[in-house]
C-alpha cells in the first residue's frame, strides 16, 4: 500500500507505488470493455470523458513529474497534476460501481498532494522583486503583490516593525469593521522585523508603485522605531541590497508586468501578414524555469502578512530563560533621539500620504508593565508627546493603546509584543475608534491587474533622508 516517507526517494516511491495500483485496477475494471462489436472504435473517446480514467491519467502524471521535481516549480506541477486527480475522483456518481474505491484512492492521492505541497513550501517563496536584504520583507513583498494581484490594492495596509507584525490581525479587523458599519474593506498587514521610520517610509514612498496602493494606511508602532540615536541596521542592509539599487534605477513594485501590452505582444509574434499566419513554432515558456529573482525560506506569515504567535508572557517563567534588561542599560534607547533622520523620513512619508489623499493613522502598540520601567516609561512619554503635536496639527490620526494592559501579561508574548490573542483585540480597539476616516469599500471588479492603458507607475528618486541610516529597531 501507500506509505508516507519524507525523503524524496520515499515520498517518489510512496506516489509510484499508489498510482501502479490504481492503474492496474483501472485496467482490470469491468467497465473498461464492452462485448459489442464497436468496442475498439470507441474505447478511446469512452475512457477520455470517464472521470475515473481521468484521474488515472493525473495520478500517473503527478508520480512521473515527482520522480524528477527538483524546483518549486516543478513541485507546484506534481502537486496540481495530484489535485486534479483528486476533484476528478469526486466526480463520479454516487450509483457508478467503482465509487467507493475511487473515494478510496482520493484519499491516497490527498496524502500524495499534502507531500508535494510540503516539498513545494520547502523550494521558498519566488521573490516578485531583487533582494532587499531583509527575507521577511522579500517574503512581504512577494505575498503582497500576490495578494493585490488576487483581490486589488487593500483598503487600509497595516505597516510597522514586529510589534506590528503579530500586533494586529488584519481578519480580525475586516471583521471587526464589518460590525461596525464598514463591511467589505480589506485588509493587510505589510510589517516587517526591524522596520524603523526609515524602512516604512521607502517602502511606502518609493517601493511600492501606485497600483499597490492602499485607501488608508494604520502605522501601529512604538519609540523606537523613531530612536534616531542608534544605527539602523536594517535599513543599511536594504541600502547595500540589488532591490534598493533596482529602486535607485527606476524600478518599483508594480502588477504591470504580469500582462504584455499589445506593443509587446506585436513585437513578440512579428508583423501580421499572409505569410506568418501559420501556427507559430515558438516553444512555450519553461514552466519549471528557476525564479527570476531566487526563493525567499518560508515563514509562518499568513495570507494576509499577519504572524499569529500563541506564546503568552509569564513573567516567572519568562525569565528563566531570558535576561531582565532594565531600561537604563537598553540599547533601544541608548541615547534616545527623537529628532533626527527617523523624524526626517517621518516628515516625508505624512507629505507623500497627503499628497496622494491616504490618510494616516498611528496606533501606538501597548507595552507590559515589566518592559515599562522608570526610564523607559520616561522616553515613552516623550514619544507621546511627540505623536500628540502632530496629531494637533491634522497630520495623523493617533490611537494611543500604550498602557492599555500593562498588567495583562496574558495578551503579550513577551515583554514588548503582544501576541495573537493581544492582536485580535488591538484589531478591535482600532475598529471602533470613531475619529479614524475609514473608506468605503469599493464594489468587486474582475480588473484586478491595471489595464495596458493606464499611466505608468511613479517612480521616486530616493531622497537623503532615506539614505543613511542612522537608528536601528530591535522589533
Known sequence: MTYLLTSRGGL??????????????????????????????????????DPWYQAVGEANQAAQLAATATTAAQWHQV??????????????????????FS????????????????????????????????????????????YV????????????????????????????LAVQ???GLKVYNFSVNGATAQVVSFVTRQLLAPDLHPKLVIWAEGSRAFNSGRFDRTFAEILASPGYAAVRDGAALTLQNLEKSPASAEAASGPSSEANS???????????????????????????????????????????????VRGLYDNAYRPFRLDGVQTTSFEA???????????????????????????????????????????????????????????????FADPSHVNRYGAREVARLIAADPRIPWPSAA?????????????????RPASPADSTPQADSEG
Open 12 to 49: 517518489t516511491a510512496s506516489m509510484m507505488l499508489g498510482v501502479l495500483l490504481t492503474c492496474c485496477a483501472g485496467r482490470s475494471s469491468p467497465l473498461a470493455t464492452s462485448t459489442s462489436p464497436t468496442s475498439p472504435a470507441i474505447a478511446a473517446p469512452v475512457a477520455a470523458s
Open 79 to 100: 502537486a496540481g497534476a495530484w489535485s486534479r486527480a483528486i476533484a476528478l475522483s469526486h466526480d463520479l456518481p454516487t450509483d457508478d460501481p467503482r465509487q467507493v
Open 103 to 146: 473515494q478510496r484512492k482520493a484519499l491516497e492521492y490527498q496524502r500524495n498532494l499534502y507531500l508535494a505541497q510540503q516539498r513545494l513550501a520547502q523550494q521558498g517563496l519566488p521573490r516578485a522583486f531583487p533582494a532587499l536584504g531583509s527575507d521577511v520583507l522579500d517574503e512581504q513583498v512577494s505575498l503582497y503583490r500576490a
Open 149 to 176: 494581484a488576487a483581490q486589488g490594492p487593500p483598503d487600509v495596509l497595516i505597516v510597522g516593525s514586529s510589534r506590528s507584525l503579530q500586533g494586529v490581525d488584519p481578519q480580525v479587523l475586516q471583521q471587526a
Open 181 to 183: 458599519g464598514y463591511p
Open 278 to 324: 501559420e501556427p507559430s513554432s515558438e516553444a512555450a515558456p519553461d514552466e519549471t524555469a528557476e525564479p527570476e529573482h531566487g526563493t525567499v525560506p518560508p515563514s509562518p506569515i499568513n495570507a494576509q502578512g499577519f504572524l499569529a504567535v500563541n506564546d503568552q508572557f509569564n513573567p516567572a517563567v519568562y525569565y528563566r530563560s531570558f535576561p531582565r
Open 349 to 411: 512619508l505624512t507629505q507623500f500620504l497627503k499628497s496622494q489623499n491616504i490618510p494616516l493613522v498611528f496606533v501606538n502598540l501597548p507595552l507590559s508593565n515589566d518592559y515599562l520601567d522608570g526610564v523607559r516609561l520616561g522616553h515613552e512619554r516623550q514619544f507621546q508627546q511627540f505623536l500628540q503635536g502632530w496629531a494637533n496639527q491634522g497630520t495623523l490620526t493617533l490611537v494611543d493603546l500604550l498602557e492599555e494592559w500593562r498588567w495583562q501579561s496574558h495578551l
Open 443 to 459: 464594489p468587486p471588479t474582475p480588473e484586478a491587474i491595471p489595464s495596458d492603458s493606464d499611466a505608468a507607475p511613479e517612480t
